[in-house]
């Protein structure tokens, strides 16, 4: 018995050595776990559909701080294609027509032929391959016939195009002149085209909308009549009978934190409460009224009562998505209950963003009513796609598309280079001032060094489009001296008060004109670099420093 005794210390400390030992490692694997856990984010499913994550999802402090230079949505997407787009004219659609003309008669004197018959299906063949030829990066959807041009040997036609650097099904349109000779056997020949809508004679008549003069004053300037593009529609859908109103299930989120914000904030935010609506399978109620952040207003200050429309494709909202503008939404919601006193409409109110979607899943109310009424940050609407959330909430990337208004100037900017061009995005503005994080930008987008860095990536005397938030407008200058330099500003007239830009945006407004601001000017600028020919980065070609700042390459 004396000597179990005398053992028993020992034991008992081995045993408690053990149990410290075990108790430290878990201790430290819980620490490692924690650690992981904290740190890892998942990935977003637009990153991996090889999409626009990284332009939204550089969130700092519940705040965005990204690159608002450059914007991508969803017609910028390879992976968002649609799935039906129209034909294509290629060169064996061309050889089909071509078997289908009757009487292939050969004229015998071309020396004759004083006058084109503009309307024979061969000479719009004749153009067709020469466009094929000439602008490659265009696919050409549908001719018009063509008609006489202002010479006997000239003819003017239009067509319907998209370009290949662009996913969606949009389609624009060009109209130009041609100079038409003789090839082999007096077959039809282009000999050459004039540029960018010189084909006056083929341009089809507008929609005008009634216009009224101010009274009163009879030396008054009159604006022009109202211009209507009868391809786009951005009408607000109505809901129809009080009861459609009462058999619909919505989704309604009252405005929050986010207003004001930065666009991309924004962006990030209304794609979260689309995503919800379409995972409740509901119809997500909509405000076209946006604050614009003074980053990119004239008045370096918010302003509100921006319309959506000036901004994004609304009309392709509407057919990728169940939407209802707020408005209507909110009278027939009151009309419903001032007529239907004892059956009112079933309202969920949701106070708090931790309420998940899933959560709500099966709620048989007919509105839910998301309301954001808590401090910032706490009320953002991005916050109900956090966490758990994420993976079942997909943000629809697809349905965004800029606004056709805008994609019109630049359809006008690229076509008036003959889509032939390379372009530069030169970052300054505040990036270039802030040193600590820049050290280089400045230097390096200086107009010395930026002529010495394009002359080995751009050839000389090309078209050079250069996308740029340098406010003074002959800062690259020296660069005139080896490339035909376009910059957005020369082309102001295709939003200028005779354009047809100012004139449907002004309908838009209630008549009121509509400034050209600065988040427009960074759309179209993205769009015309998409279409270069050879695109110039500043932070991949340009400078060595990183584009988010000192270490984060």
């Given at each position: 018995?004396?000597?179990?005794?005398?053992?028993?210390?020992?034991?008992?400390?081995?045993?408690?050595?053990?149990?410290?030992?075990?108790?430290?490692?878990?201790?430290?694997?819980?620490?490692?776990?924690?650690?992981?856990?904290?740190?890892?984010?998942?990935?977003?499913?637009?990153?991996?559909?090889?999409?626009?994550?990284?332009?939204?999802?550089?969130?700092?402090?519940?705040?965005?701080?990204?690159?608002?230079?450059?914007?991508?949505?969803g017609e910028d997407d390879p992976a968002a294609a649609p799935a039906l787009a129209p034909s294509a004219i290629t060169e064996?659609?061309?050889?089909?027509?071509?078997?289908?003309?009757?009487?292939?008669?050969?004229?015998?004197?071309?020396?004759?032929?004083?006058?084109?018959?503009?309307?024979?299906?061969?000479?719009?063949?004749?153009?067709?391959?020469?466009?094929?030829?000439?602008?490659?990066?265009?696919?050409?959807?549908?001719?018009?016939?063509?008609?006489?041009?202002?010479?006997?040997?000239?003819?003017?036609?239009?067509?319907?195009?998209?370009?290949?650097?662009?996913?969606?099904?949009?389609?624009?349109?060009?109209?130009?002149?041609?100079?038409?000779?003789?090839?082999?056997?007096?077959?039809?020949?282009?000999?050459?085209?004039?540029?960018?809508?010189?084909?006056?004679?083929?341009?089809?008549?507008?929609?005008?909308?009634?216009?009224?003069?101010?009274?009163?004053?009879?030396?008054?300037?009159?604006?022009?009549?109202?211009?209507?593009?009868?391809?786009?529609?951005?009408?607000?859908?109505?809901?129809?009978?009080?009861?459609?109103?009462?058999?619909?299930?919505?989704?309604?989120?009252?405005?929050?934190?986010?207003?004001?914000?930065?666009?991309?904030?924004?962006?990030?935010?209304?794609?979260?409460?689309?995503?919800?609506?379409?995972?409740?399978?509901?119809?997500?109620?909509?405000?076209?009224?946006?604050?614009?952040?003074?980053?990119?207003?004239?008045?370096?200050?918010?302003?509100?009562?921006?319309?959506?429309?000036?901004?994004?494709?609304?009309?392709?909202?509407?057919?990728?998505?169940?939407?209802?503008?707020?408005?209507?939404?909110?009278?027939?919601?009151?009309?419903?209950?001032?007529?239907?006193?004892k059956k009112k409409i079933q309202v969920r109110k949701v106070a708090s963003y931790k309420v998940t979607p899933m959560q709500?899943?099966?709620?048989?109310?007919?509105?839910?009513?998301?309301?954001?009424?808590?401090?910032?940050?706490?009320?953002?609407?991005?916050?109900?796609?956090?966490?758990?959330?994420?993976?079942?909430?997909?943000?629809?990337?697809?349905?965004?598309?800029?606004?056709?208004?805008?994609?019109?100037?630049?359809?006008?900017?690229?076509?008036?280079?003959?889509?032939?061009?390379?372009?530069?995005?030169?970052?300054?503005?505040?990036?270039?001032?802030?040193?600590?994080?820049?050290?280089?930008?400045?230097?390096?987008?200086?107009?010395?060094?930026?002529?010495?860095?394009?002359?080995?990536?751009?050839?000389?005397?090309?078209?050079?489009?250069?996308?740029?938030?340098?406010?003074?407008?002959?800062?690259?200058?020296?660069?005139?001296s080896h490339y035909k330099v376009h910059l957005l500003d020369d082309y102001k007239e295709l939003w200028g008060n005779t354009?047809?830009?100012?004139?449907?945006?002004?309908?838009?407004?209630?008549?009121?004109?509509?400034?050209?601001?600065?988040?427009?000017?960074?759309?179209?600028?993205?769009?015309?670099?998409?279409?270069?020919?050879?695109?110039?980065?500043?932070?991949?070609?340009?400078?060595?420093?990183?584009?988010?700042?000192?270490?984060?390459?």
């Amino acid at each position: 018995m004396r000597e179990l005794s005398s053992t028993d210390p020992i034991g008992q400390n081995i045993i408690k050595l053990v149990s410290n030992v075990c108790f430290s490692v878990f201790v430290f694997s819980v620490l490692i776990f924690t650690v992981i856990a904290i740190t890892y984010q998942p990935p977003d499913p637009w990153e991996s559909s090889r999409a626009l994550t990284k332009v939204f999802t550089d969130v700092e402090n519940a705040t965005f701080k990204t690159d608002t230079s450059v914007l991508k949505t969803g017609e910028d997407d390879p992976a968002a294609a649609p799935a039906l787009a129209p034909s294509a004219i290629t060169e064996a659609t061309i050889e089909i027509s071509e078997n289908r003309i009757e009487n292939k008669t050969v004229v015998s004197e071309c020396s004759e032929m004083i006058a084109v018959n503009c309307s024979d299906p061969r000479v719009l063949i004749a153009i067709e391959r020469f466009n094929l030829k000439v602008f490659k990066t265009i696919v050409f959807l549908e001719y018009q016939t063509p008609v006489n041009g202002s010479r006997l040997d000239e003819c003017d036609v239009s067509w319907r195009f998209r370009n290949k650097k662009e996913k969606s099904w949009r389609k624009y349109r060009d109209f130009r002149r041609f100079k038409i000779g003789y090839g082999v056997n007096c077959t039809y020949k282009v000999m050459n085209a004039k540029g960018w809508h010189s084909g006056i004679n083929a341009r089809r008549p507008r929609v005008r909308v009634n216009g009224t003069r101010s009274g009163g004053n009879a030396n008054a300037k009159v604006a022009p009549p109202p211009f209507r593009d009868d391809e786009i529609n951005d009408t607000i859908p109505v809901l129809g009978s009080g009861n459609d109103f009462r058999k619909g299930k919505y989704l309604y989120y009252s405005r929050g934190g986010d207003y004001c914000k930065g666009m991309n904030h924004y962006l990030w935010s209304f794609l979260c409460a689309l995503g919800e609506a379409q995972y409740l399978n509901r119809t997500f109620v909509m405000d076209l009224s946006i604050c614009l952040s003074a980053t990119h207003t004239a008045s370096k200050k918010d302003e509100e009562g921006k319309d959506f429309r000036f901004y994004y494709d609304f009309e392709h909202l509407k057919e990728a998505s169940e939407i209802v503008e707020e408005g209507e939404f909110l009278k027939d919601w009151k009309k419903w209950d001032n007529t239907h006193k004892k059956k009112k409409i079933q309202v969920r109110k949701v106070a708090s963003y931790k309420v998940t979607p899933m959560q709500l899943k099966k709620d048989k109310s007919t509105i839910i009513w998301r309301q954001f009424d808590a401090p910032e940050p706490e009320n953002y609407w991005y916050r109900v796609c956090e966490g758990q959330a994420a993976n079942y909430i997909q943000r629809p990337w697809h349905a965004l598309w800029k606004s056709k208004r805008l994609m019109n100037i630049v359809s006008e900017i690229s076509g008036q280079m003959d889509w032939d061009f390379d372009a530069v995005h030169v970052v300054r503005g505040e990036k270039a001032q802030n040193k600590e994080l820049w050290p280089h930008l400045d230097a390096d987008t200086w107009p010395d060094a930026l002529v010495t860095k394009l002359q080995g990536i751009v050839q000389p005397w090309r078209n050079l489009y250069i996308a740029t938030n340098e406010p003074f407008y002959y800062y690259f200058d020296k660069l005139r001296s080896h490339y035909k330099v376009h910059l957005l500003d020369d082309y102001k007239e295709l939003w200028g008060n005779t354009s047809e830009w100012y004139n449907e945006t002004s309908l838009l407004n209630g008549g009121l004109p509509v400034d050209f601001d600065g988040y427009m000017r960074v759309e179209v600028d993205t769009e015309v670099l998409y279409r270069a020919k050879t695109r110039v980065e500043t932070f991949y070609n340009l400078t060595s420093d990183c584009k988010d700042g000192i270490n984060t390459c």
